[in-house]
Protein backbone atom coordinates (compact mmCIF):
# COMPACT_ATOMS: atom_id res chain seq x y z
CA UNK A 1 0.00 0.00 0.00
CA UNK A 2 1.20 3.26 -0.93
CA UNK A 3 1.08 6.39 1.20
CA UNK A 4 -1.01 9.55 0.58
CA UNK A 5 -0.01 12.71 -0.08
CA UNK A 6 -0.86 15.69 2.11
CA UNK A 7 -1.47 18.86 1.74
CA UNK A 8 0.94 21.46 2.73
CA UNK A 9 -0.42 24.27 4.79
CA UNK A 10 0.14 27.72 4.24
CA UNK A 11 -0.61 29.49 7.14
CA UNK A 12 -2.75 32.75 7.62
CA UNK A 13 -2.57 35.12 4.98
CA UNK A 14 -1.41 38.98 5.81
CA UNK A 15 -3.47 41.33 6.91
CA UNK A 16 -4.52 43.79 4.54
CA UNK A 17 -6.32 46.87 5.05
CA UNK A 18 -9.55 47.67 4.00
CA UNK A 19 -9.29 51.02 1.20
CA UNK A 20 -10.56 54.10 3.10
CA UNK A 21 -14.47 55.24 2.64
CA UNK A 22 -14.73 58.67 -0.55
CA UNK A 23 -17.54 59.37 1.43
CA UNK A 24 -15.93 62.67 2.93
CA UNK A 25 -14.77 64.11 -0.61
CA UNK A 26 -18.70 64.47 -1.26
CA UNK A 27 -18.74 67.49 1.43
CA UNK A 28 -17.18 70.71 1.16
CA UNK A 29 -17.02 72.64 4.86
CA UNK A 30 -17.29 76.63 4.04
CA UNK A 31 -17.38 78.95 7.01
CA UNK A 32 -20.64 77.76 8.65
CA UNK A 33 -21.64 76.18 5.33
CA UNK A 34 -21.63 72.36 4.58
CA UNK A 35 -22.29 71.77 0.55
CA UNK A 36 -22.96 68.49 -0.56
CA UNK A 37 -22.41 67.05 -4.08
CA UNK A 38 -25.38 66.46 -6.27
CA UNK A 39 -28.04 63.63 -5.34
CA UNK A 40 -30.18 61.63 -7.18
CA UNK A 41 -33.65 62.86 -7.69
CA UNK A 42 -35.08 58.80 -7.82
CA UNK A 43 -32.85 57.05 -5.40
CA UNK A 44 -33.17 60.07 -2.78
CA UNK A 45 -30.46 61.86 -0.54
CA UNK A 46 -28.27 59.22 0.10
CA UNK A 47 -27.28 58.37 -3.57
CA UNK A 48 -24.48 60.90 -4.88
CA UNK A 49 -23.99 61.61 -8.60
CA UNK A 50 -21.19 61.18 -10.59
CA UNK A 51 -19.61 64.01 -11.62
CA UNK A 52 -18.42 63.86 -15.33
CA UNK A 53 -17.21 66.32 -17.62
CA UNK A 54 -20.71 66.47 -19.27
CA UNK A 55 -23.05 65.11 -17.18
CA UNK A 56 -24.29 63.85 -13.63
CA UNK A 57 -24.76 59.95 -13.50
CA UNK A 58 -26.45 58.14 -11.01
CA UNK A 59 -24.65 54.73 -10.98
CA UNK A 60 -27.73 52.82 -9.10
CA UNK A 61 -30.62 53.32 -10.95
CA UNK A 62 -28.73 55.12 -14.61
CA UNK A 63 -30.00 58.40 -14.13
CA UNK A 64 -28.08 61.51 -16.03
CA UNK A 65 -28.41 64.62 -16.35
CA UNK A 66 -26.55 66.74 -19.14
CA UNK A 67 -24.97 69.61 -18.50
CA UNK A 68 -25.90 72.97 -20.79
CA UNK A 69 -22.73 73.88 -23.14
CA UNK A 70 -22.55 77.20 -24.58
CA UNK A 71 -21.48 75.91 -28.15
CA UNK A 72 -24.53 73.09 -28.14
CA UNK A 73 -26.89 72.97 -30.77
CA UNK A 74 -30.35 72.77 -30.26
CA UNK A 75 -30.95 69.81 -32.40
CA UNK A 76 -28.72 67.65 -29.88
CA UNK A 77 -30.54 68.66 -26.91
CA UNK A 78 -33.96 67.17 -28.03
CA UNK A 79 -31.97 64.15 -28.29
CA UNK A 80 -31.38 64.22 -24.70
CA UNK A 81 -34.63 64.57 -23.46
CA UNK A 82 -36.46 62.15 -25.81
CA UNK A 83 -33.34 59.82 -24.04
CA UNK A 84 -35.66 60.44 -20.94
CA UNK A 85 -32.63 62.58 -19.43
CA UNK A 86 -33.09 65.95 -17.58
CA UNK A 87 -31.13 68.96 -18.96
CA UNK A 88 -29.52 70.94 -15.94
CA UNK A 89 -27.99 74.54 -16.42
CA UNK A 90 -25.18 76.06 -13.72
Do not use: W
Not at 37 to 57: E, H, N, Q, T
Not at 63 to 76: H, I, P, Q, V
Request: aromatic residues 6%; positive net charge; contains cysteine.
Amino acid sequence: MGKKKRAVKKGKKPHKNKPTSKKYSKYKIEGNNITRAPVCPRCGPAIFLMVAKDRLYCGKCHYSEFLNKSSDKSGSQSDNKSNGSVERGE
